[in-house]
């Protein structure tokens, strides 16, 4: 089991650039897939970003293409999301989660998930 912990949330003007970190305070990610997700109130939770530990394989959002990219810190056991060019529509509250297996998109298999970190982009 991994327990996640997210950093790195904040506020930024419209353009600017965020980076998120999660990393695992108990278990590594060695044989996990970690995903991004984002909930604005009111609104279901959506996928952003994922990461296959053991493939290496990626899978993003047609929202936040070209502009996130996900990626692994090794030394760090990490898994940074850099959010760049980012816009209003981008703010939401983001979670980071971790599931075994293969699949990255789908949110239903992901069993573990942290606490969230609130990033918030001003026009």
């Known amino acids: 089991q991994v327990q996640l912990v997210e950093s790195g949330g904040g506020l930024v003007q419209a353009g600017g650039s965020l980076r998120l970190s999660c990393s695992t305070s108990?278990?590594?990610?060695?044989?996990?897939?970690v995903g991004w997700f984002r909930q604005v109130p009111g609104n279901e939770r959506e996928f952003v970003a994922a990461f296959s530990w053991s493939g290496g394989n990626t899978a993003y959002a047609d929202s936040v293409k070209g502009r996130f990219t996900i990626s692994s810190d090794n030394a760090k056991n990490a898994v940074l999301l850099q959010m760049n060019s980012l816009q209003p529509e981008d703010t939401a509250f983001y979670y980071c989660?971790?599931?075994?297996?293969?699949?990255?998109?789908?949110?239903?298999?992901?069993?573990?998930w942290g606490q969230g970190t609130q990033v918030t982009v001003s026009s």
């Open positions: 108990r278990g590594t990610f060695s044989r996990y897939a």
């Open positions: 989660a971790a599931r075994e297996g293969v699949g990255l998109r789908a949110m239903r298999w992901y069993a573990y």
